[in-house]
């Protein structure tokens, strides 16, 4: 065992090859171990000087900062951690989520999405053209017999066919609809026409909007055709929850001349419970287009010639009882007579038949004046007056094109004729 160790040792002291590479280790791990000597206390010294001042500062830092960590830790909020005032962005795994946002208005009045917003009133065509509404009830004046639907009412492809006694009637939407935020929540409502056709039209402006279920309800009426207004033409957004309908005075239908009616746009605000007009005129003036006429009739008192045939004469009187006047027009029959030329016709075209009498005059009649005509009339040969016949006159103001003009009183626009 002792000759073993011996020459272990002595093999390994004496032999160059281990002393290079102990050479070597010693090169390759020196850098990494502690100097010797005098040097290993200069490298201690400077590694403690290193250590107290990173201490000082921290301490230092830890006095100064120490209230406003403690006054960021009650707020809920991280301390500052530089020196100018401002806050580091905090690092994806120490960041603090941002607090609930809030659903209460902003400042500029309009609500914030999300909890509390209104529904989105602004409704297609397409879905209220095939939809349940609610409609509101028919003003009875502007009503035409009793076929106009109200109440809930369902939609095929925007109308409802129902028949009454007065015929077929169409309650039908008079799209395109327009938008406007009529009750100032935030989203725009829904504004049509609905109408109704019948002996005539009659239409009424409502207001749907959509409820939280997502379902349509119906905010109420605007107008309708109701006392003067008897016409809606259209309607728009009047902007800051205003809506604009344009309104007439007389309806466009059945021969009615599209001349005839005066238009005008009427402003209408939702008070939170109805609409009541804010802008706009309320009242219609004088239409210059209709007319208040009357006529009158006197004769013929016939007299009978030496050829035996009965002359006499038959003087028309009209009347203009309004303010308005023109391009009038007569019309005459009386059977088995021939009427022939008179007096008082200047300005006027004369018909071509003999049987009847039939004139228009283009010369105005002015307020509260008249206007005489005499017509010579002539029996037929060898006939003779039928003391009690009547046949009689019409008289109407027309326009250029012949259409007749609206008569406040049509009851005395016609006048016997009597033998």
Same mark, same amino acid.
């Not at 272990?8 to 290079?20: H, L, P, Q, T």
């Not at 009412?153 to 009454?164: A, C, I, K, Q, Y």
């Given at each position: 065992?002792?000759?073993?160790?011996?020459?272990?040792?002595?093999?390994?002291?004496?032999?160059?090859?281990?002393?290079?590479?102990?050479?070597?280790?010693?090169?390759?791990?020196? %850098?990494?171990?502690?100097?010797?000597?005098?040097?290993?206390?200069?490298?201690?010294?400077?590694?403690?000087?290193?250590?107290?001042?990173?201490?000082?500062?921290?301490?230092?830092?830890?006095? +100064?900062?120490?209230?406003?960590?403690?006054?960021?830790?009650?707020?809920?909020? !991280?301390?500052?951690?530089?020196?100018?005032?401002?806050? %580091?962005?905090?690092?994806?795994?120490?960041?603090?989520?941002?607090?609930?946002?809030?659903?209460?208005?902003?400042?500029?009045?309009?609500?914030?999405?999300?909890?509390?917003?209104?529904?989105?009133?602004?409704?297609?065509?397409?879905?209220?053209?095939?939809?349940?509404?609610?409609?509101?009830?028919?003003?009875?004046?502007?009503?035409?017999?009793?076929?106009?639907?109200?109440?809930?009412?369902?939609?095929?492809?925007?109308?409802?066919?129902?028949?009454?006694?007065?015929?077929?009637?169409?309650?039908?939407?008079?799209?395109?609809?327009?938008?406007?935020?009529?009750? !100032?929540?935030?989203?725009?409502?829904?504004?049509?026409?609905?109408?109704?056709?019948?002996?005539?039209?009659?239409?009424? +402006?409502?207001?749907?909007?959509?409820?939280?279920?997502?379902?349509?309800?119906?905010?109420?009426?605007?107008?309708?055709?109701?006392?003067?207004?008897?016409?809606?033409?259209?309607?728009?957004?009047?902007?800051?929850?205003?809506?604009?309908?344009?309104?007439?005075?007389?309806?466009?239908?059945?021969?009615?001349? %599209?001349?005839? %009616?005066?238009?005008?746009?009427?402003?209408?605000?939702?008070?939170?419970?109805?609409?009541?007009?804010?802008?706009?005129?309320?009242?219609?003036?004088?239409?210059?287009?209709?007319?208040?006429?009357?006529?009158?009739?006197?004769?013929?008192?016939?007299?009978?010639?030496?050829?035996?045939?009965?002359?006499?004469?038959?003087?028309?009187? +009209?009347?203009?009882?309004?303010?308005?006047?023109?391009?009038?027009?007569?019309?005459? !029959?009386?059977?088995?007579?021939?009427?022939?030329?008179?007096?008082?016709?200047?300005?006027?075209?004369?018909?071509?038949?003999?049987?009847?009498?039939?004139?228009?005059?283009?010369?105005?009649?002015?307020?509260?004046?008249?206007?005489?005509?005499?017509?010579?009339? +002539?029996?037929?040969?060898?006939?003779?007056?039928?003391?009690?016949?009547?046949?009689?006159?019409?008289?109407?103001?027309?326009?250029?094109?012949?259409?007749?003009?609206?008569?406040?009183?049509?009851?005395?626009?016609?006048?016997?004729?009597?033998?």
């Amino acid at each position: 065992m002792s000759d073993f160790s011996g020459n272990f040792g002595g093999d390994f002291d004496s032999d160059e090859r281990m002393d290079a590479v102990f050479a070597d280790v010693r090169g390759t791990v020196a %850098p990494y171990l502690r100097p010797p000597g005098t040097a290993a206390a200069h490298a201690t010294v400077r590694h403690r000087r290193r250590v107290r001042v990173v201490a000082g500062a921290i301490l230092a830092a830890s006095l +100064v900062l120490g209230p406003a960590v403690g006054v960021a830790v009650a707020s809920g909020r !991280h301390a500052p951690t530089g020196g100018n005032g401002s806050t %580091p962005t905090p690092s994806a795994t120490t960041q603090t989520p941002d607090p609930t946002p809030s659903t209460s208005p902003s400042a500029s009045g309009d609500p914030s999405p999300g909890t509390g917003s209104p529904p989105d009133g602004e409704i297609s065509l397409a879905d209220l053209k095939n939809a349940t509404l609610d409609i509101p009830a028919w003003p009875a004046d502007g009503k035409i017999g009793d076929g106009c639907q109200q109440g809930k009412v369902t939609f095929h492809d925007g109308s409802v066919v129902t028949n009454t006694n007065y015929g077929r009637t169409v309650t039908e939407l008079a799209g395109p609809p327009v938008y406007t935020d009529v009750d !100032h929540d935030g989203a725009r409502e829904t504004v049509i026409r609905v109408r109704c056709a019948v002996q005539g039209e009659v239409s009424q +402006v409502v207001v749907f909007d959509r409820d939280e279920a997502g379902g349509i309800r119906t905010i109420g009426p605007v107008t309708a055709v109701t006392g003067a207004v008897r016409k809606i033409f259209g309607i728009d957004d009047g902007g800051d929850g205003l809506v604009k309908v344009e309104v007439g005075d007389h309806a466009v239908c059945c021969g009615t001349p %599209p001349e005839l %009616p005066q238009h005008q746009w009427r402003i209408y605000r939702f008070d939170g419970a109805h609409f009541t007009q804010s802008g706009g005129p309320t009242s219609f003036p004088a239409n210059p287009r209709v007319t208040d006429l009357s006529v009158s009739v006197q004769g013929p008192a016939f007299v009978k010639q030496a050829n035996n045939e009965w002359h006499g004469q038959l003087k028309v009187t +009209v009347r203009n009882n309004g303010k308005f006047a023109t391009n009038l027009a007569l019309q005459g !029959h009386l059977d088995e007579v021939v009427f022939g030329p008179g007096t008082g016709f200047q300005g006027c075209d004369l018909g071509q038949s003999t049987r009847d009498f039939s004139f228009r005059c283009t010369d105005p009649i002015g307020p509260g004046a008249s206007r005489e005509f005499v017509i010579e009339v +002539v029996t037929a040969a060898y006939a003779q007056p039928v003391p009690g016949r009547t046949g009689s006159v019409d008289v109407s103001s027309t326009l250029p094109r012949g259409q007749p003009l609206p008569d406040t009183d049509s009851s005395n626009n016609r006048a016997t004729i009597t033998e």
